[in-house]
T-cell receptor, first 113, second 113 residues
């Protein structure tokens, strides 16, 4: 257990539905990351926050994706009008500042039917 | 765009054999990390290397950062079935003010008893 939790662990939805995932980070880590990972591949950067500010967003991220971290604590990732190509593992990670070490949550596996 | 290519993509070896995994880029990274990921879980950090030419050892695992900070290798001595997993390298961007990490394509290792 890294101290980073994600909810839900699994989500099955129909194409066109909206889904929202939650990440609860290690409390003293002020940087939080979202990644997407497909089977057998490395995680693909989506976005990251420093406290409540979203500092960078991948150019690959369509307008259907939005992320928030309203109080600089937990974060949510919403996907609107889901498509089958959105099926993947969505990972959250927080950054320990002294050694720049990322601690990952267990991920949310999304399946879009 | 900074990319990290890992080789080999897949590796299946017998217990007791040695192996080396490579992580290569044409870009310079300020630091590089190696992770191991097991199915259904998030990646777990193994090591961070920061200085060009740096070598770190973690029991039977030896990590090296290239002199130019563009590549890295992971060597496992006397592999054991418990070493089975997806090995990922991740480089921290050198762009000033960013804390973005780029992950490699992954190496899936299977160690047979």
């Amino acid at each position: 257990d890294t101290g980073v939790s994600q909810d839900p662990r699994h989500k099955i939805t129909k194409r066109g539905q909206n889904v929202t995932f939650r990440c609860d980070p290690i409390s003293e880590h002020n940087r939080l990351y979202w990644y997407r990972q497909t089977l057998g591949q490395g995680p693909e950067f989506l976005t990251y926050f420093q406290n409540e500010a979203q500092l960078e967003k991948s150019r690959l991220l369509s307008d259907r994706f939005s992320a928030e971290r309203p109080k600089g604590s937990f974060s949510t990732l919403e996907i609107q009008r889901t498509e089958q190509g959105d099926s993947a593992m969505y990972l959250c990670a927080t950054l320990e500042n002294s050694y720049n070490e990322q601690f990952f949550g267990p991920g949310t596996r999304l399946t879009v039917l | 765009t900074q990319l990290l290519e890992q080789s080999p993509q897949f590796l299946s070896i017998q217990e007791g054999e040695n192996l080396t995994v490579y992580c290569n880029s044409s870009s310079v990274f300020s630091s590089l990390q190696w992770y191991r990921q097991e199915p259904g879980e998030g990646p777990v950090l193994l090591v961070t290397v920061v200085t060009g030419g740096e070598v770190k050892k973690l029991k039977r695992l030896t990590f090296q950062f290239g002199d130019a900070r563009k590549d890295s290798s992971l060597h496992i001595t006397a592999a054991q079935p418990g070493d089975t997993g997806l090995y990922l390298c991740a480089g921290k961007s050198t762009t000033s003010g960013t804390y973005k990490y780029i992950f490699g394509t992954g190496t899936r290792l299977k160690v047979l008893a």
